[in-house]
């Protein structure tokens, strides 16, 4: 089975702060995804990357960034949080060999900035 | 631009009656069609995923179908128990572009009732 593990469940934060969310996937998975999840808005995805040290910017990009030294770990970075960075942060995997792989996800990282 | 719509937003049943949840996209152009099912305060759960040249997929009590030239994809859920309980979600990935780009639905709250 795939394992997608974000390192926190919850996390509280002050507005301002750097904040780095950390994902790790155990299948070799090429791909990995950021995505927030806010309601009445769905599932909008922040960066995409590919290989180690390659990203794409997804839909939402502004106010974070990424980094994927390693192929089995994708982190989020919030470079100054904001209260409006409260959200639900969905890490995800798949293969890269096939556009027919399926998506697995972790369980989520609840952020608050207060 | 492809959008994905799923009505109604929520629903509830009886326990042990079987029904049906409803996925619609605006361009028939896609890879595949993927169902998750999310519960609450965690991440999504892949359930089935049909490649656009697939009709239907089916895993245990569950059977999802494609319709790609009319835009709709079902979930059809049979005898359902009260642990069906959760939002379900579909996502479509388009042809052409990078395999970053997965369009989500809002997805189906499901309440099934003892």
């Known amino acids: 089975d795939v394992k997608v593990t974000q390192s926190s469940r919850y996390l509280v934060k002050r507005t301002g702060e750097k904040v780095f969310l950390e994902c790790v996937q155990d299948?070799?998975?090429?791909?990995m995804f950021w995505y927030r999840q806010d309601p009445g808005l769905g599932l909008r995805l922040i960066y995409f990357?590919?290989?180690?040290?390659?990203?794409e910017k997804g839909d939402i990009p502004e106010g974070y960034s990424v980094s994927r030294e390693k192929k089995e770990r994708f982190s989020l970075i919030l470079e100054s949080a904001s209260t409006n960075q409260t959200s639900m942060y969905l890490c995800?995997?798949?293969?890269?060999?096939?556009?027919?792989?399926?998506?697995?996800f972790g369980n989520g990282t609840r952020l608050t900035v207060t | 631009k492809q959008e994905v719509t799923q009505i109604p937003a929520a629903l509830s049943v009886p326990e042990g009656e079987n029904l049906v949840l409803n996925c619609s996209f605006t361009?028939?152009?896609?890879?595949?069609l993927q169902w998750f099912r999310q519960d609450p305060g965690k991440g999504l759960t892949s359930l089935l995923l049909?490649?656009?040249?697939?009709r239907e997929q089916t895993s245990g009590r569950l059977n999802a179908s494609l319709d790609k030239s009319s835009g709709r994809s079902t979930l059809y859920i049979a005898a359902s128990q009260p642990g069906d309980s959760a939002t379900y979600l579909c996502?479509?990935?388009?042809?052409?572009?990078?395999?970053?780009?997965?369009?989500f639905g809002k997805g189906t709250k499901l309440s099934v009732k003892p």
């Open positions: 990357s590919y290989d180690v040290k390659m990203k």
């Open positions: 996502a479509v990935r388009p042809s052409g572009g990078s395999q970053g780009n997965l369009i």
């Open positions: 049909i490649q656009s040249s697939q």
């Open positions: 361009d028939s152009a896609i890879y595949n």
């Open positions: 299948m070799d998975h090429e791909n």
């Open positions: 995800a995997s798949s293969k890269r060999s096939s556009y027919n792989s399926p998506l697995h």
